[in-house]
Every structure is written in structure tokens, then in C-alpha cells.
């Protein structure tokens, strides 16, 4: 089955500065990715999807993502941090069988220092 | 577009109790989860729907019941409530896999 691992459950960043948060996948290549976002106290929402058509894949509020085969890397970018994006960050992978189940990596808590 | 909706938000259970925790979409969806939030465990699967009629265990079924008996509604049940069942429930419906999952706001539960 498909996995994902995040590097860093805690990030911190200053307001302005950019913001990267790392997402590996197994070795097989997946034909989707997803980076989600959970606010406090709210459900997750879709950031943006991978889905082979494009290896640079922008996504709501400012975030991209880059596919990068030879790295085995989905990592997640924002150029310029904002008070707003402090949250935390998932990527997952979907399974072919299970359901379409969503198989998450341990999750990336952003702290934006003002 | 209400998407997924879950009830209630909260709820506080005694051990041994049972409650159905309600989720329904709006969007046709087939495919419906139900996950549970755990510090430190991240988001698991406890159940699962490809369809009205179809329904199978994930990954920490012990203790929930679910049912499918339309496209729009996956109600989970807790047969009798245990202090390990203490957690934040997302309920979420897919049309394909290229689609990712769209979640429910979640519901607080607490069992003392």
C-alpha cells in the first residue's frame, strides 16, 4: 500500500518568511497526492491535488506543490507566511482499494511568529 | 452546497452508552468514510462505504457499527461507549479517487 511521511510534526515560521513543509511518498509513484489543511477546531480542506498532469501544482491561499519523482518528494510551499496559515498540514495518499481510502502522514503544525 | 454535514458537534457520553453520530452529503457522492482524530495517532479509519448497500471495516472498526442505506447518508454507530472511544470524528465523502476526500466539521466526543 501507499504511504506518505511527513519530516517535522512542529514548524515555525516568522510572518513574511516562506513556508515549506515536507512530504515524502513510497517508492512506487502514486497517480494522486493531496495536501490537506486543518484549522482549529475545524474539519480538513483540500489545499491542492496532485494528479500527474502537471508536476507543479498550485493550490488555495497562496500554497503550491512540487512533484518530484527522483526525490520521491511532495513538499508544500508558501512564499510569503501570513498569521491566517497557522494550522496543520497533512499529506495523504489515496489507496486503490480500501474504499479510496486516504492513507495521511503524521500531520505538520505551522506556528507563524508575528 | 451544504457538502458534508455532521451532528452533532459535540457530545459528552457515560461508559456503556450508545449514540449514533449522524453525517450526510449532498454531493452524490459514493464513497464515504468515517475517521477519528487522535493526538499522537493522527487520523485513522474506522469504516467505510463504496456505495448504498456496501460498507467495510477499517483500520480500528472494534466498537462502531455504520450502515449505508443511501447514497447520502453514513450514520456511525457506538454499540456501547468506552473512555478509549474519547475522540474528534470526521466523516467524508469522495466521487473518484482523482477527487481527494471532502470532510465534515467534525464531531467532539467525550466519554466519561
Known amino acids: 500500500a501507499q504511504s506518505v511521511t511527513q519530516l517535522g510534526s512542529h514548524v515555525s515560521v516568522s510572518e513574511g518568511a516562506l513556508v515549506l513543509l515536507r512530504c515524502n511518498y513510497s517508492?512506487?509513484?502514486?497517480?494522486?497526492l493531496f495536501w490537506y489543511v486543518q484549522y482549529p477546531n475545524q474539519g480538513l480542506q483540500l489545499l491542492l491535488k496532485y494528479t500527474s498532469a502537471a508536476t507543479l501544482v498550485k493550490g488555495i491561499n497562496g500554497f503550491e506543490a512540487e512533484f518530484k519523482k527522483s526525490e520521491t518528494s511532495f513538499h508544500l510551499t508558501k512564499p510569503s507566511a501570513h498569521m491566517s496559515d497557522a494550522a496543520e498540514y497533512f499529506c495523504a495518499v489515496p489507496q486503490k482499494a480500501a474504499g479510496n481510502k486516504l492513507t495521511f502522514g503524521g500531520g505538520t503544525r505551522v506556528l507563524v511568529k508575528p | 452546497n451544504a457538502g458534508v454535514t455532521q451532528t452533532p458537534k459535540f457530545q459528552v457520553l457515560k461508559t456503556g452508552q450508545s449514540m449514533t453520530l449522524q453525517c450526510a452529503q449532498d454531493m452524490n457522492h459514493e464513497y464515504m468514510s468515517w475517521y477519528r482524530q487522535d493526538p499522537g495517532m493522527g487520523l485513522r479509519l474506522i469504516h467505510y462505504?463504496?456505495?448504498?448497500?456496501?460498507?467495510d471495516q477499517g483500520e480500528v472498526p472494534n466498537g462502531y457499527n455504520v450502515s449505508r442505506s443511501t447514497t447520502e447518508d453514513f450514520p456511525l454507530r457506538l454499540l456501547s461507549a468506552a473512555p478509549s472511544q474519547t475522540s474528534v470524528y470526521f466523516c467524508?465523502?469522495?466521487?473518484?479517487?482523482?477527487?481527494?476526500?471532502?470532510f465534515g466539521s467534525g464531531t467532539r466526543l467525550t466519554v466519561v
Open positions: 517508492s512506487s509513484v502514486p497517480p494522486y
Open positions: 462505504s463504496v456505495g448504498a448497500g456496501i460498507t
Open positions: 467524508a465523502s469522495s466521487y473518484d479517487r482523482s477527487y481527494g476526500y471532502t
